[in-house]
């Protein structure tokens, strides 16, 4: 009975906290511009700090994730700009790894021999490429012709998912997906996930008049892509001892596990209407 009870305590929470957080992204979406950018970067930032602190965890060494911020707001501000080239993107990557070895070989020769150069550098740009790269890509999205609906799209999509697969798992899951990564994940609920996301999808291309082709692509990579990603977080999770990623939103953890699904799915949108349809 208990147990009952806390179980419907946390629905409730996490409900609230969803629909909360839903207000706070569609309103950015809305007003678009540097308003979603500010808050776009905001939501990355913090969940860079909480993988930072996750993987910090792993050995025990120094961890001096400084340079990933820095490297991530000028990411965010090269968005905005016309000439956020490819090429200029990857070579201000490349002088984050250089950032890092300067530090490190200061660092070990003002201790007389202790250095992290290969441990920060790498965990400092896998935080780079894992969440702040996607972000970037979703402030990007919001400067196609329909950028706001393509951002609406993706994340109701990804909501969508988040709701199908859950409803789906508790009703009719009994087939483990991925026991020893995410051990409440059942084939049932993922197969669900990719449901509520196909009919989010459909929802949204119905209200917003929009083609459904390459619209409907979106439905399907948030549907399988989103639950990988959602694996994914919980991998580094259980890798580094951790139930959740931080405590910042009540009944979700921290805000990486909130918008951990939504890392795979901006990117591989991004990268889908921006190379494969050339958009």
């Known amino acids: 009975m ?12 996490r409900t609230f906290s969803s629909i909360f957080i839903a207000i706070i992204i569609l309103g950015a ?23 930072y602190k996750l993987i ?18 000028i990411f965010f501000f090269a968005a905005k700009q016309e000439r956020a080239q490819p090429i200029i993107l990857a070579m201000i990557l490349a002088l984050c790894v250089c950032g890092v070895f300067v530090i490190e070989v200061f660092r070990r020769q ?14 400092i740009i896998t935080g780079v490429l894992y969440i702040t790269i996607p972000w970037t890509c979703m402030i990007m999205l919001g400067d196609y012709a329909f950028g706001r609906q393509l951002l609406v799209t993706l994340f109701l999509c990804t909501w969508g998912c988040d709701v199908g697969a859950y409803i789906g798992g508790k009703l009719f899951g009994s087939i483990k997906l991925c026991e020893y990564v995410s051990p409440g994940k059942t084939v049932q609920g993922f197969v669900a996930g990719i449901i509520g996301s196909l009919i989010a999808n459909a929802g949204a291309i119905y209200y917003y008049r929009l083609p459904t082709y390459p619209l409907m692509i979106i439905g399907f990579i948030c549907g399988i892509a989103g639950q990988v990603g959602d694996l994914a977080e919980s991998l580094i999770k259980r890798e580094t001892g951790q139930k959740d990623s931080g405590r910042l939103i009540p009944g979700h953890g921290g805000m990486l596990d909130r918008f951990d699904s939504i890392l795979f799915n901006g990117l591989l949108t991004y990268l889908i ?7």
């Not at 910090?56 to 707001?73: C, N, Q, T």
């Not at 003002?110 to 965990?123: C, D, F, K, P, Q």
């Open 2 to 13: 208990a147990g009952s009870k806390n179980d419907r305590r946390e629905l409730r929470l």
């Open 29 to 51: 979406i809305n007003y678009g511009g540097y308003i979603w950018t500010i808050a776009a970067s905001i939501i990355a930032l913090l969940s860079l700090s909480e993988f």
């Open 56 to 73: 910090g965890r792993l050995d025990g060494k120094k961890f001096s994730p400084g340079v990933g911020y820095i490297i991530s707001v």
């Open 110 to 123: 003002l201790t007389r021999g202790t250095s992290y150069a290969v441990s920060n550098a790498g965990g």
């Open 273 to 279: 209407l921006r190379i494969i349809l050339q958009q």
